[in-house]
């Protein structure tokens, strides 16, 4: 059975490794053309309609699809397995807290933006503005960002000095501690209560609202892949620039790269900074797109989640951790029938996938590579556990 | 902030944290032993303290087991209890080791690896108990997986009573049973690391596999001996949880096995006696803490305490060491 597996595998993978090849081989027209047309196809996506597949049945609104709805969902989580992939795959730092840079930034646009937080209460009181003001959509998203890239460094200071392992646990406690102030600090985030009317890009949800309402999805769509987009090419090329070589010195030799001058814990605390601001970008998103949160939204599994994404995908693999991110997105709400079962499931994912390719299901070539020279080791000096 | 209320109950605080912190120490010491040998994380043994929960449950359940019975039956009941749980627990964790370290170890994976699998199993084995064996048995067990991802209650065992007090600090029955139960289960173990032939091959491998391996020492046979151990020492926090708390839950593990690493990372992971002093230090501070702020910030204490550790004293309270120190 498992040889079977293996076998497949095998094939899928050489199969992967053609179409790369195929696609580098390709004219530098052909590819801006293949790519012009693929983000085409991302736009065009929410109009799609092929029975099966884009027929997702919700109670909660008319017409029953929800098919835009979780392409927003599978956009933002999209995000976060970029942002995280710049943490786990590219700087190898797990974080099992990514959740708290989430909540963050959801609870940036709530505090800010909403008229029903406590902040934006004080302040009006404070200042004696009137009882409809809030601060805007576009600069809560400034706020959001700023904020979680400052907390990722906060937490970053002090933790990124310990060794890997012990940094995945801190992380876990991180992303407990801030869902934990954001249930009791009910003068600062209302608490369990949550807060409501969080606003979009036109302002606080209402009927009047013209794009972005609480029942169509696809205007949050087309706002969240846009987001990725940039994105993806902001992170490709510091992936490809000095500080995206240095992660990878770092992630495969950390004393090897202090030698030759790279000073880690920067290069570290850098990608930790960024993780997060992309975390937080994320749930800004999610924030304003519920247009409520509340504590439980933000509980510990999700962090799991986030990094079972990252790793099943295949991480330091931009592809292979977007795929990852929508397949986990998406499988649950295609296969409702089960969903009691997707944390089982996912669960399961991880361990197969760490025992049989702990590369992911698309892996980055280097990072295959290091995970083979280990095995390699192993094999050569048998007592070595 | 209530000073007067911790200062004024100070001794009463500091017994409940004791007998709160020595559960934690038991759990902690299956963080330590296994990080002492291996040097990983083994994430998924707050799963196997939560397997043990519910063997003692199906067990009191099967055996009928009725609120405050005569004391020779409690007594019964109490130790067939920890032969169950620490049967089920050190079975589970010795399934851990089996199905998925192996594999892995024998590949030489990178440390995140591991710890990724684990997080992987401890998932499984939650939603193993939440969701799939409420389906599968709820017909044949209902009391014990009745009604999925719920809190099941179990029978009293011992009535909570004070046995005597000291100023105004009251201990019961069960601080007493708890505390001296799990000190007494710590001391056997440190027994048996240092002075028996089995724990003297868990040392060695702890001190260098190599030169273990070269004296004759059994490497595979001493890191089952390690899982296992530490799953017997899960199963008896496992049975004075059952008796103190009398609930157990799919996901008690997950917030426990935190604060119980917290307690091995604060004593020295990977020291046998740093264990119990981080675990009784935690259970403490945790006490206090919950007294001076309020009661929904303890779990909040216990994740500063653990940055606080690591960033001022990475090694712990007692250094890390298996073997290392004293060999």
């Given at each position: 059975?498992?040889?079977?597996?293996?076998?497949?595998?095998?094939?899928?993978?050489?199969?992967?490794t053609?179409?790369?090849?195929?696609?580098?081989?390709?004219?530098?027209w052909?590819?801006?053309?293949?790519?012009?047309?693929?983000?085409?196809?991302?736009?065009?996506?929410?109009?799609?309609?092929?029975?099966?597949?884009?027929?997702?049945?919700?109670?909660?609104?008319?017409?029953?699809n929800?098919?835009?709805?979780?392409?927003?969902?599978?956009?933002?989580?999209?995000?976060?397995?970029?942002?995280?992939?710049?943490?786990v795959?590219?700087?190898?730092?797990?974080?099992?807290g990514?959740?708290g840079?989430?909540?963050?930034?959801?609870?940036?646009?709530?505090?800010?933006?909403?008229v029903?937080?406590?902040?934006?209460?004080?302040?009006q009181?404070?200042?004696?503005?009137?009882?409809?003001?809030?601060?805007t959509?576009?600069?809560c998203?400034?706020?959001?960002?700023?904020?979680?890239?400052?907390?990722?460094?906060?937490l970053?200071?002090?933790?990124?000095?310990?060794?890997?392992?012990?940094?995945?646990?801190?992380?876990?406690?991180?992303?407990e501690?801030?869902?934990?102030?954001?249930?009791?600090a009910?003068?600062?985030?209302?608490?369990?209560?949550?807060?409501?009317a969080?606003?979009?890009p036109?302002?606080?949800?209402s009927p009047?609202?013209?794009?972005?309402g609480?029942?169509?999805?696809k205007?949050?769509?087309?706002?969240?892949i846009?987001?990725?987009?940039?994105?993806?090419?902001?992170?490709?090329?510091l992936?490809?620039s000095?500080?995206?070589?240095?992660?990878?010195?770092?992630?495969e030799?950390?004393?090897?790269?202090?030698?030759?001058?790279?000073?880690?814990?920067?290069?570290?605390?850098?990608?930790?900074?960024i993780?997060?601001?992309l975390?937080?970008?994320?749930?800004f998103?999610?924030?304003?797109?519920?247009?409520?949160?509340?504590?439980?939204?933000?509980?510990?599994?999700?962090?799991?989640?986030?990094?079972?994404?990252v790793?099943?995908?295949?991480?330091?693999n931009?592809?292979?951790?977007s795929?990852?991110?929508?397949?986990?997105?998406?499988?649950?709400?295609?296969?409702?029938?089960?969903?009691?079962?997707?944390?089982?499931?996912?669960?399961?994912?991880?361990?197969?996938?760490?025992i049989?390719?702990?590369?992911?299901?698309?892996?980055?070539?280097?990072?295959?590579?290091?995970?083979?020279?280990?095995?390699?080791?192993?094999?050569e000096?048998?007592?070595h556990v | 902030?209530?000073?007067?209320?911790?200062?004024?109950?100070?001794g009463?605080?500091?017994?409940?944290?004791?007998?709160?912190?020595?559960?934690?120490?038991?759990?902690?010491?299956?963080?330590?032993?296994?990080?002492?040998?291996l040097?990983l994380?083994?994430?998924?043994h707050?799963?196997?303290?939560?397997?043990?929960?519910?063997?003692?449950?199906i067990?009191?359940?099967?055996?009928?087991?009725?609120?405050?019975?005569?004391v020779?039956?409690?007594?019964l009941?109490?130790?067939?209890?920890?032969?169950?749980?620490?049967?089920?627990?050190?079975?589970?964790?010795?399934?851990?080791?089996?199905i998925?370290?192996?594999p892995?170890?024998?590949?030489n994976?990178?440390?995140?690896i591991?710890l990724?699998?684990a997080?992987?199993?401890?998932?499984?084995f939650?939603?193993?108990?939440?969701?799939?064996?409420?389906?599968?048995?709820?017909?044949?067990?209902?009391?014990?997986?009745?009604?999925p991802?719920?809190?099941?209650?179990?029978?009293?065992?011992i009535?909570q009573?004070?046995?005597?007090t000291?100023?105004?600090?009251?201990?019961?029955?069960?601080?007493?049973?708890?505390f001296v139960?799990?000190?007494?289960?710590?001391?056997?173990?440190?027994?048996?690391?240092?002075?028996?032939?089995?724990?003297?091959?868990?040392?060695?491998?702890?001190?260098?596999?190599?030169?273990?391996?070269?004296?004759?020492?059994n490497?595979?046979?001493?890191?089952?001996?390690?899982?296992?151990?530490?799953?017997?020492m899960?199963?008896?926090?496992?049975?004075?949880?059952?008796?103190?708390?009398?609930?157990?839950?799919?996901?008690?593990?997950?917030?426990?096995?935190?604060?119980a690493f917290?307690?091995?990372?604060?004593?020295?992971?990977g020291?046998?006696?740093?264990?119990?002093?981080?675990?009784?230090?935690?259970?403490?501070?945790?006490?206090?803490?919950a007294?001076?702020?309020?009661?929904?910030?303890?779990?909040?204490?216990?994740?500063?305490?653990?940055?606080?550790?690591?960033?001022?004293?990475p090694?712990?309270?007692?250094g890390?060491?298996?073997?290392?120190a004293?060999?």
């Amino acid at each position: 059975m498992i040889d079977k597996i293996r076998s497949a595998d095998r094939r899928r993978v050489n199969m992967l490794t053609t179409v790369g090849d195929r696609w580098r081989a390709l004219t530098k027209w052909q590819q801006a053309l293949g790519l012009a047309a693929f983000v085409a196809l991302l736009y065009y996506l929410p109009l799609l309609g092929i029975p099966g597949l884009t027929w997702l049945r919700t109670d909660s609104i008319e017409g029953g699809n929800n098919w835009a709805g979780v392409l927003f969902v599978c956009a933002i989580y999209v995000l976060v397995a970029i942002g995280l992939n710049v943490v786990v795959g590219l700087a190898g730092l797990l974080d099992l807290g990514y959740i708290g840079f989430f909540a963050i930034g959801a609870y940036s646009v709530a505090l800010f933006g909403s008229v029903n937080s406590p902040v934006v209460k004080w302040i009006q009181q404070e200042f004696n503005l009137p009882p409809t003001w809030a601060v805007t959509w576009a600069i809560c998203l400034f706020i959001a960002i700023v904020l979680t890239m400052i907390s990722g460094v906060l937490l970053g200071w002090p933790t990124l000095r310990l060794r890997g392992d012990y940094l995945a646990i801190v992380t876990l406690g991180f992303g407990e501690i801030i869902r934990i102030v954001a249930r009791n600090a009910t003068g600062l985030t209302n608490g369990p209560v949550g807060i409501s009317a969080i606003p979009g890009p036109e302002g606080a949800p209402s009927p009047d609202n013209k794009v972005f309402g609480l029942i169509d999805a696809k205007p949050w769509y087309w706002l969240a892949i846009t987001f990725v987009l940039i994105m993806v090419f902001l992170v490709r090329r510091l992936e490809r620039s000095r500080v995206g070589r240095a992660w990878l010195a770092v992630r495969e030799d950390e004393d090897a790269a202090a030698v030759m001058g790279v000073y880690p814990f920067k290069f570290k605390l850098w990608a930790f900074a960024i993780g997060a601001a992309l975390g937080g970008l994320s749930g800004f998103l999610f924030g304003s797109r519920n247009a409520f949160i509340d504590p439980t939204q933000f509980n510990a599994n999700l962090s799991i989640l986030f990094v079972a994404m990252v790793v099943v995908g295949g991480s330091g693999n931009m592809i292979g951790v977007s795929l990852g991110a929508v397949l986990l997105a998406y499988l649950p709400e295609r296969f409702r029938d089960f969903a009691d079962y997707r944390w089982l499931v996912f669960g399961l994912a991880m361990v197969l996938v760490m025992i049989l390719r702990p590369q992911g299901l698309i892996p980055s070539r280097r990072r295959a590579r290091e995970l083979k020279d280990r095995a390699a080791e192993a094999e050569e000096a048998p007592a070595h556990v | 902030m209530h000073f007067d209320e911790l200062i004024g109950h100070l001794g009463q605080h500091t017994v409940d944290g004791l007998s709160k912190g020595a559960i934690y120490a038991l759990i902690a010491l299956g963080y330590t032993l296994v990080y002492g040998v291996l040097r990983l994380i083994n994430f998924a043994h707050s799963e196997v303290f939560m397997v043990g929960t519910f063997a003692v449950l199906i067990l009191w359940n099967q055996l009928g087991v009725e609120n405050n019975p005569p004391v020779g039956q409690a007594i019964l009941f109490l130790v067939l209890g920890l032969l169950v749980a620490a049967a089920a627990s050190g079975g589970t964790a010795l399934a851990l080791e089996r199905i998925a370290y192996r594999p892995l170890r024998r590949k030489n994976a990178p440390p995140l690896i591991f710890l990724i699998t684990a997080i992987g199993l401890s998932l499984v084995f939650v939603e193993l108990f939440g969701q799939v064996l409420p389906k599968l048995l709820g017909g044949v067990l209902p009391e014990a997986f009745g009604r999925p991802r719920q809190i099941v209650g179990m029978p009293t065992i011992i009535q909570q009573e004070t046995l005597f007090t000291i100023g105004n600090t009251a201990i019961t029955n069960i601080q007493l049973i708890v505390f001296v139960a799990a000190v007494a289960m710590m001391a056997l173990l440190d027994w048996f690391i240092n002075r028996t032939r089995y724990g003297r091959g868990v040392r060695a491998v702890a001190q260098n596999p190599e030169t273990a391996a070269l004296m004759g020492v059994n490497q595979e046979r001493v890191i089952m001996l390690i899982f296992v151990l530490g799953g017997i020492m899960a199963g008896a926090a496992a049975l004075l949880w059952s008796m103190r708390f009398g609930f157990t839950q799919n996901s008690i593990g997950f917030v426990l096995g935190l604060k119980a690493f917290t307690a091995a990372v604060l004593g020295g992971i990977g020291n046998l006696r740093g264990a119990l002093l981080g675990g009784l230090f935690l259970g403490i501070v945790e006490v206090y803490g919950a007294t001076l702020f309020a009661s929904n910030w303890e779990d909040v204490i216990a994740f500063v305490v653990l940055i606080v550790v690591l960033m001022f004293r990475p090694t712990g309270l007692l250094g890390e060491s298996l073997g290392r120190a004293r060999a």
